[in-house]
């Protein structure tokens, strides 16, 4: 091989010369102007190149989680139950207290039918007492003896 043939498509040439010295027209950027770049992971789990400014914000640590173990059933539930069945208890004892209220009415009542039947036979006996009244009455006498002898008197 030759010092000035190579195996490169190209020929290497030390500097290249852009158009024939004619000065670059635009805006200059300096290095420290630009933008950094970073490298972030692609869609297909390559690295890909990407201007630091245009770069997803990384993700945030998340909050710590409360790891104390939570009760089997809700408290707010467990009040609300326990108001329901305390509530079903008073009601029912009320039930009961009533009924009991219309048994003592009801024995009440039963006494003052009772109460009224004998003011009505009270008056009814001392409105007719004075008619004629019969007066019957009989004494016996039975005077024991020796050997079952009796002597038996009867007076009116």
Same mark, same amino acid.
């Given at each position: 091989?030759?010092?000035?043939?190579?195996?490169?498509?190209?020929?290497?040439?030390?500097?290249?010369?852009?158009?024939?010295?004619?000065?670059?027209?635009?805006?200059?950027?300096?290095?420290?102007?630009?933008?950094?770049?970073?490298?972030?992971?692609?869609?297909?789990?390559?690295?890909?190149?990407?201007?630091?400014?245009?770069?997803?914000?990384?993700?945030?640590?998340?909050?710590?989680?409360?790891?104390?173990?939570?009760? %089997?059933?809700?408290? +707010? !539930?467990?009040? /609300?139950?326990?108001?329901?069945? &305390? $509530?079903?208890?008073? *009601?029912?004892? #009320? =039930?009961?207290?009533?009924?009991?209220?219309?048994?003592?009415?009801?024995? %009440?009542?039963?006494? +003052? !039918?009772?109460? /009224?039947?004998?003011?009505?036979? &009270? $008056?009814?006996?001392? *409105?007719?007492? #004075? =008619?004629?009244?019969?007066?019957?009455?009989?004494?016996?006498?039975?005077?024991?003896?020796?050997? +079952?002898?009796?002597?038996?008197?009867?007076?009116?």
């Amino acid at each position: 091989m030759n010092d000035r043939q190579s195996a490169l498509p190209e020929q290497y040439r030390r500097y290249a010369e852009t158009d024939a010295g004619q000065p670059r027209m635009g805006p200059v950027e300096l290095y420290d102007e630009r933008d950094p770049v970073v490298w972030i992971p692609g869609a297909y789990g390559e690295m890909v190149p990407v201007r630091k400014s245009q770069a997803p914000t990384p993700m945030q640590q998340l909050p710590a989680r409360d790891l104390t173990p939570q009760p %089997l059933f809700d408290p +707010g !539930a467990q009040r /609300l139950l326990g108001g329901g069945i &305390g $509530a079903g208890v008073a *009601l029912w004892g #009320g =039930g009961k207290f009533l009924v009991g209220a219309s048994e003592f009415v009801s024995s %009440l009542t039963g006494m +003052g !039918a009772l109460l /009224l039947f004998l003011a009505l036979a &009270g $008056a009814r006996a001392l *409105l007719m007492s #004075g =008619g004629a009244r019969i007066h019957n009455e009989q004494h016996t006498h039975v005077h024991q003896k020796w050997f +079952g002898k009796a002597n038996i008197r009867n007076q009116q």
